[in-house]
DNA sequence: CTGAAAGCGCTAACAA
DNA sequence: TTGTTAGCGCTTTCAG
């Protein structure tokens, strides 16, 4: 590795001109400047980060915890979160909790020993039904910046990004409600986390609000995927009244799609279908799915940008942004 | 932020002696490393990473750079190689190229200073459309780790991880062939990429060596997505002699099957249609969609594993593995 | 205009 | 058993 020392050395200049050279100082001359850089190019010269982090006390890196990567709108987020962060010379150090919240939480501690200069968190379902909060409060206390997205805990005073999603549902069930739905079915892999409660709520109060809807709620959740496909189907199958589903996680509306076609429905004549996705190759099923646009895009965007302004300006009041979602209507709804 | 030197003060005892007591190093009494333990306890220490890095020359920390982490098959290996870097202590800086050769050029230059132990990458499409190894070559040079997975550059002296894609291909083509069918079309928006190149001379070559096929290879090949899905709709819409389809990338298989339902077509039994995809929500279409497991985790996996141990025990010849690929039948075919 | 020296936080050889 | 010192690579104040 080619230092300071040594393009210093071979230029019979001391350590401290050459660093200076490099940063344009004015206090060197020119003619040494021109010397100094044209060897530090030549020897491809780069400023170690280590040495950096030490004396500057920042790393220009943030730190981000992801539930599940797999899922697109986490993949999707992540993708935004790099674009932005790269665009304004941060790195970032990824970690997937994989939902677990002793990963996250090992994570979180690894991290904060001055790796990242903040953490971008979703948070994980084990945590979120455990309602843990002390790895989250560490943090805060420790004065790092924290924003969290899409999953967030209340409890915890920091940065936030989230979509609004009891106005979604509700607006969503209520389009149902409006194409004359009798039957509406809500579907959910995800009710035991803050958005899919909220999510829940939303359908929940449109039906009741609704004067003519004369059905009970009906919630079909589960964690267990391989089984929630056989129970979907099943519920389809055994209550023919079913006319509307809205699946409110990323996956669900593209599962109840084709057990409905499999058992013959016509989609949206007999039942309309509503799923939560991005425009991503998901919703190219055939008929093209309805979908909620949760805007992942603008998500990340906004988290990095509350980041940076909180490491660089000091902010000291934390923010919650709501971004607003969109019905895209495709061809599985009236 | 909690030092040695603060700790030191409070314990009356130099700086040194709490570091040696940190690290239970023998010289010092199971007093003072109580003592020192305890305090540090009381007030979260943790070792700054910078000085750390500064100190040993190493980061504990590698850079991944991805082309499109929306694809899922890069998502899968992303997980992969996060969890074992986790696992054996490194954290993971993740860039996404977006399939830009500036962008992979400019991660690989911010990082190569001391940010990352070494480099695990897949090859942007611009990059390999051009191929351009300067870049790469230059990080060779510094003596820095790197490995390639998927998609490769062979001019570049460094590790690899592979799929046997030509032969992935061929047999593929080859089951096409023995279920009889007559005419089979191969399906790509990866045309330009190495691993596009190997699987389109496998089905090729396959196509070739059976006697008693008589069609010239069709390949429709697109980089646009949106023009491809109505490429793929005319194509069978038009030549309805087609009764196979080989999609060698990750999404076209799906719109293929889309697009062919919609034609009325009977899948399998007028139209074999095979993709290559993960187990993942793709292949959960209506009929089920036969793929090829590319093991995006074992790709991760081992590509975690060259580097550590590349690092570590500075091994200095370049392996190259190549992970065997597998077709899953499930209902697209015959 | 250039250089010496201190210091960021840590480890480790050497001294006491 | 503990402390002193040097040094990782860099920036920056202060002297020259």
């Known amino acids: 590795m080619v230092t300071l020392k040594k393009l210093a050395k071979e230029l019979n200049v001391s350590v401290s001109t050459v660093s200076k050279a490099l940063n344009d100082n004015d206090e060197i001359s020119t003619e040494t400047i021109a010397k100094v850089k044209a060897l530090a190019k030549l020897y491809n010269y780069k400023p170690n980060r280590a040495a950096l982090n030490l004396k500057s006390r920042n790393t220009k890196t ?6 599940n990567i797999l899922n697109h709108f986490f ?18 150090i990824t970690c997937l909790s994989n939902e677990s919240y002793d990963k996250e939480m090992k994570s979180l501690e690894l991290l904060s020993n001055g790796s990242v200069d903040g953490f971008i968190v979703s948070v994980a379902e084990e945590t979120q039904v455990a309602n843990q909060t002390n ?19 209340n409890e915890v005073e920091c940065m936030k990004v989230v979509i609004n999603d009891y106005e979604t549902a509700f607006n969503t069930t209520t389009h149902l409600l409006n194409e004359g739905r009798k039957k509406i079915v809500l579907l959910s892999n995800i009710s035991e986390l803050s958005v899919g409660k909220l999510r829940t ?4 109060n449109a ?14 959740s589960q964690i267990n995927s391989n089984d929630f496909e056989q129970e979907i189907h099943e519920l389809l199958a055994k209550d023919t009244e079913i006319d509307a589903i809205i699946a409110i996680d990323n996956t669900s509306g593209v599962t109840a799609l084709h057990k409905a076609l499999k058992l013959n429905k016509q989609v949206p004549k007999d039942l309309s279908i509503i799923g939560f996705s991005d425009n991503n190759v998901l919703p190219f ?3 093209k799915l309805t979908t909620v646009a949760q805007h992942p895009i603008a998500i990340g965007f ?3 940008n509350m980041m940076i302004d ?20 495709r061809e599985t709804t009236l």
């Open 310 to 329: 909180k490491i660089e300006n000091q902010t000291p009041e934390n923010k919650k942004i709501s971004i607003s979602t969109e019905l895209i209507f």
């Open 201 to 204: 709520k939303g359908y929940v």
């Open 75 to 92: 993949a999707k987020v992540l993708f935004s979160i790099e674009k932005e962060a790269s665009k304004q010379g941060y790195n970032i």
């Open 302 to 304: 906004n988290a990095v």
């Open 135 to 153: 790895h989250f409060n560490t943090i805060v206390e420790e004065k790092i910046p924290l924003v969290m997205f899409d999953r967030v805990l």
């Open 207 to 220: 039906l009741q609000s609704f004067p003519n809807y004369k059905n009970q709620p009906i919630i079909l």
């Open 62 to 67: 943030i730190g981000v915890i992801i539930p």
């Open 285 to 287: 099923t055939n008929p």
